[in-house]
């Protein structure tokens, strides 16, 4: 009997997948979406054709011409090798790259013969040696002898295009990576291709130097070595660095770093890749301000203050005991106010909120080194806190989407720097921006946005117009304002469903302001955030931090919320809700309060900085927790050395609310995080904090999570703590009185900056702003002296830079000289200030 054997199943191909196509890559069948680069496309299955030019976040250009490959279309070959990150992928398209094609080998081989032509062979001290792609492709497919007999091309070396920013033309292989970044990315076009052919260069406008905030990221895109930066240059080798994962410090963005140090110094940082928050990107400030630990005043030891007036060194021992001793008295004779600033981790920042809590039974405590009210307390209780990225709050990706994007009270190139890059790549993609305020900034410019124009002061009644019927009434500017047509069409825009607003800190500055992003939010259905541009107060927020609530955005005044987090920390909390920052320093001045708990405040970022030097001066009893030696330590009279981010791990919340852990770089540095400081004194004043390691802290923060019983309306958080109401400071109107507007520029000479002299330079100008109406109104032009006065009398003058802004309106700098403006002429935003001719610069 013969048996019938069936023949093998033939498998069937799977159908292409809707917006796909089909090629074969070396052999290899894949499903490409439509549209993707062919480079792309070999990186999935796993082949990395080599390049220089090509970044997945820049637009293809196909410069270097190294990453060519043999493609087939309809059975027949292109005539000849084709550049892979310009060449998009089709359906039936066969690729073969130097790993299948000799042809395509040989292109690669013959490219990089023609790049090493006058590339000098100085690997042994170019910065990039050791992790430079030409180096590397030289070494796995170069020759080994070069067949160039004549004299390479030679330029002066190198030439500074910043003070941060060196140059090395012989190096570069015109792979135009910095110009791209430098345009699409940045939006600063000072740099670009100079001349042509052998002469070609990269060059800056001799005009216009290469002032940027983003610069230092053409060093790390530069495939060889042409950029670097004058602080790293000749320092180390990247094979004698230890790496780290990091978070910046700098700002609210939570920027991935890599941190690379030898020995005990941070010797440089890197943009880590995330593309959740910063892409690839960092701005020069989170790059290169770390050296303010290495300034020669750090602290390094506990300090008391003895009988004779002076600060000495002691055991922690010793400290302790006396802190606690003091504090303990403060505490028991008028009470302790806490000001924890806000640049500090969110465990660091639990241990403050709880420590006041329990060891000094009060809730006089606030984050905010900076204008605040108690609107503001109340506005960021009702919507920001417990806010976070699971919960569909805004985040950098959802901007992309946005159907439009409104900004309040925020300057992101100048306060958030990442942010803005975010921003500025979604409005070339075609989400329009608008800002609300009365100067149209060269941020604004580079987003493509629309200023939707209101003088300082006037903010909320644009909002509360534009959610009541769409219109934003009048433009309120001169002829380089919008028009009212341009307004209406901003207004249909932003009231569009899942539009989002960002609202800065700057917005506690103006009353009702707050109160009116709220009512925009709840009448448009907008997505609100919150961006403050400390690292640490987001978080600070949520771990109660401040005085009307408790951990996990609790309301102090809520029984409940209370009651649960008495249960979790088996201890009574204070029913009154605390102070404000204002209110701390009033009651210490007043006698109301006998001390004083301080950690790393900056007293030029306070309002007024000479009242709270006084106040602080007035203190019965002060203890400070601190990195370096300050005004605050110098009063103090027992100081606690701090460890610095990178000589600790922990963890930022940035203003998504997304939770940005690192790790410590220089853990064998030896001094102690506030936490741990935090929680030995709270042994020492017989309460258990549990806040010893930023894991433990992280436990105990977890056993209370956030408030299940959270309101959504502001109005029902009213803030019932004591503060102090702003008094306006009015000039009487004339032809000379303008009212003020301001915001703080990204490098204005904060203690953060310090140590980096480089750095510094890049810092843009100080310069009074004013309309061209306004100018030519007081016989002013660009560049002349300006002498801007305020209510009682202080003065600045600054050089005239004419901008397209409200008329009426003066627009300064929040820090002059590293002094806050309203310390300088006595006002703030929305006060009137008079504006003449000025004589001379006090720059």
Not at 460 to 482: F, K, N, V, W, Y
């Amino acid at each position: 009997m013969t048996q019938t054997v069936n023949p093998p199943a033939v498998p069937q191909e799977k159908p292409v997948p809707a917006g796909y196509v089909r090629l074969t890559i070396d052999g290899v069948v894949v499903d490409a979406p439509k549209g993707e680069l062919i480079i792309r496309a070999a990186e999935r299955i796993g082949t990395a054709i080599p390049r220089f030019c090509d970044h997945p976040l820049l637009e293809p250009v196909g410069a270097c011409r190294q990453c060519l490959v043999e493609v087939e279309m309809g059975g027949r070959p292109m005539p000849k090798p084709q550049a892979s990150c310009t060449q998009t992928v089709a359906d039936g398209m066969v690729v073969h790259t130097q790993v299948t094609s000799p042809v395509a080998a040989k292109a690669q081989r013959s490219n990089l013969e023609f790049l090493l032509l006058n590339h000098p062979l100085d690997c042994p001290i170019c910065d990039k040696g050791g992790e430079c792609p030409l180096q590397n492709q030289t070494l796995a497919n170069g020759s080994a002898e070069s067949r160039m007999h004549e004299a390479k091309r030679v330029f002066t070396k190198p030439i500074a295009i910043s003070t941060e920013i060196l140059l090395d033309r012989e190096r570069c292989v015109l792979c135009q990576r910095c110009t791209r970044f430098s345009d699409q990315i940045a939006g600063d076009q000072f740099i670009d291709l100079l001349e042509r052919g052998s002469a070609q260069q990269i060059g800056i406008n001799s005009a216009e130097p290469f002032q940027s905030y983003f610069s230092g990221n053409t060093i790390q895109i530069c495939p060889v070595g042409a950029l670097t930066s004058a602080a790293y240059r000749f320092r180390s080798r990247p094979f004698d660095l230890v790496s780290t994962p990091t978070v910046c410090e700098h700002c609210a963005d939570g920027c991935a770093q890599r941190t690379d140090h030898r020995s005990v110094g941070v010797t440089r940082r890197l943009a880590a890749s995330d593309p959740e928050v910063n892409d690839e990107w960092n701005c020069d400030k989170g790059r290169f301000a770390f050296a303010y630990t290495g300034t020669g005043d750090r602290i390094l030891r506990p300090m008391v203050r003895g009988a004779d007036g002076e600060l000495s060194p002691v055991s922690w021992t010793e400290a302790m005991s006396a802190a606690a001793a003091g504090l303990a008295t403060a505490r028991d004779t008028g009470g302790v106010g806490v000001l924890p600033g806000g640049r500090l981790t969110v465990t660091d920042a639990y241990a403050y909120a709880k420590f006041t809590r329990l060891a000094l039974r009060t809730n006089d405590i606030d984050f905010r080194a900076r204008a605040h009210s108690a609107e503001e307390a109340a506005f960021l209780a009702a919507r920001v806190t417990g806010v976070t990225p699971d919960t569909g709050g805004v985040t950098f990706a959802s901007l992309e989407k946005a159907p439009a994007v409104l900004l309040v009270a925020l300057e992101p190139e100048e306060e958030s720097p990442i942010l803005f890059l975010r921003l500025r790549k979604a409005s070339r993609r075609g989400v329009p921006v608008f800002s609300v305020g009365s100067v149209l900034s060269r941020g604004l410019e580079k987003m493509a946005g629309t200023l939707l124009t209101a003088v300082p002061g006037a903010e909320a009644s644009l909002l509360e117009r534009l959610s009541a019927d769409g219109s934003t009434g009048a433009g309120g500017g001169d002829a380089g304002a919008q028009s009212e047509e341009a307004h209406l069409r901003a207004a249909a825009a932003v009231r569009a469903a899942g539009a989002v607003v960002l609202v800065g800190e700057r917005a506690a500055e103006i009353p009702g302001l707050l109160t009116a992003v709220g009512a925009f939010a709840d009448a448009t259905g907008a997505r609100l955030a919150w961006v403050p541009r400390r690292a640490g107060e987001r978080g600070a927020l949520d771990a109660g931090a401040i005085g009307n609530l408790l951990p996990g955005g609790r309301p102090v005044s809520d029984e409940g919320a209370r009651h649960e987090v008495e249960t979790a920390w088996s201890a009574p909390v204070p029913v009154e809700p605390g102070r404000d920052t204002s209110g701390i320093l009033d009651a210490v001045g007043a006698g109301g309060l006998a001390g004083l708990l301080i950690g790393g405040v900056e007293l030029s970022d306070l309002p007024d900085p000479a009242a709270a030097l006084a106040a602080i001066a007035a203190a019965g009893f002060v203890v400070s927790l601190e990195l370096r030696r300050s005004a605050v330590t110098e009063l103090a009279d027992v100081v606690f050395p701090v460890a610095a981010v990178a000589e600790k791990a922990g963890s930022f919340v940035n203003w998504e609310g997304r939770n940005r852990p690192f790790g410590a770089a220089l853990a064998e540095f030896g001094t102690l995080d506030e936490g741990r400081i935090l929680d030995t004194l709270g042994v020492e004043m017989d309460v258990d904090l549990y806040t010893q390691t930023p894991i433990a802290a992280r436990a105990d923060m977890g056993r209370l999570g956030v408030w299940a019983g959270k309101s959504d309306r502001a109005d029902e958080l009213v803030d019932s703590s004591p503060t102090s109401p702003r008094t306006s400071k009015l000039i009487s109107a004339d032809d000379q009185a303008f009212l003020v507007a301001s915001w703080r520029m990204a490098l204005d000479g904060s203690r953060g900056l310090d140590g980096e002299p480089h750095l510094a330079g890049t810092a843009k100008p100080d310069v009074v702003r004013l309309s061209p109406a306004s100018a030519a109104r007081l016989d002013l032009g660009d560049g002349d002296p300006v002498k801007v006065t305020g209510p009682a009398g202080g003065v600045v003058t600054l050089p005239l830079a004419i901008t397209t802004m409200a008329d009426g309106v003066v627009w300064l700098p929040g820090r002059i000289n590293a002094t806050p403006l309203g310390a300088l002429i006595g006002a703030v935003a929305a006060d009137r200030v008079h504006v003449t001719a000025g004589e001379g610069l006090n720059r």
